[in-house]
């Protein structure tokens, strides 16, 4: 069974720096696309990264460009993503996604989801 979870998420500073982990098991992780989405309270969810499964196909939205840096081990099954210089407006539940049929930000691309985890920014 196809399981994504995520870790490292909490409380952070405007202007800090966090990384988030997700972690894939029962697929083989490095034939998938792996996607970063967020949600904030009262909005859609929307695409943050993607990196293609042999880590050369890589898309950032407009929002984080500059700021957020993905990247995978694929001998660990694991996927990153740093979150530098980070603002309020990037408060939001975060998920990664795992997909086969190509690479980008949307949703209908990815075939299992993780749980999710909350990323605050606030001081």
């Known amino acids: 069974q196809a399981q994504l979870v995520e870790s490292g998420g909490g409380l952070v500073q405007p202007g800090g720096s966090l990384i988030l982990s997700c972690v894939g098991s029962g697929i083989d992780f490095e034939l998938w696309t792996i996607g970063w989405f967020r949600q904030a309270p009262g909005k859609e969810r929307e695409g943050v990264s993607s990196i293609s499964r042999d880590s050369r196909s890589i898309f950032y939205a407009t929002s984080v460009k500059g700021r957020f840096t993905t990247w995978r081990n694929n001998r660990d099954n694991t996927a990153y993503l740093r979150m530098n210089d980070v603002r309020p407006e990037d408060t939001g539940v975060y998920f990664c996604?795992?997909?086969?049929?190509?690479?980008?930000?949307?949703?209908?691309?990815?075939?299992?989801w993780g749980q999710g985890i909350q990323v605050t920014v606030s001081s």
């Open positions: 996604a795992a997909g086969h049929h190509g690479d980008g930000l949307h949703s209908y691309i990815y075939n299992y």
